[in-house]
């Protein structure tokens, strides 16, 4: 009985994520041809980056920082 309960104390080893978000580390991986990542369109209907679906944050084309959405931020009418 005590050599079973030796091994409970393991954790199992996590999967790294593939592509993940810069800021909240969710996956935004799908599939070889998909990712989950949502485009930013201008008003000339060209793409400028792309926004993160978990944390909205918004990212310019070399996957630089424009936006971080933080959780808890009020944000009101200026």
Not at 5 to 15: A, N, S, V
Not at 24 to 53: F, H, R, T
Request: hydrophobic share 30%; proline share 5%.
């Amino acid at each position: 009985m005590v050599k079973g309960l030796k091994y409970l104390h393991r954790k199992k080893k996590g999967t790294k994520s593939l592509e993940p978000c810069p800021v909240c580390d969710d996956e935004l991986y799908y599939s070889e041809y998909l990712s989950q990542k949502i485009a930013i369109i201008d008003e000339e209907d060209n793409v400028e980056g792309w926004m993160c679906p978990w944390c909205e944050s918004k990212f310019d084309y070399d996957d630089n920082l424009l936006y971080i959405n933080m959780p808890g931020n009020v944000t009101g009418k200026t």
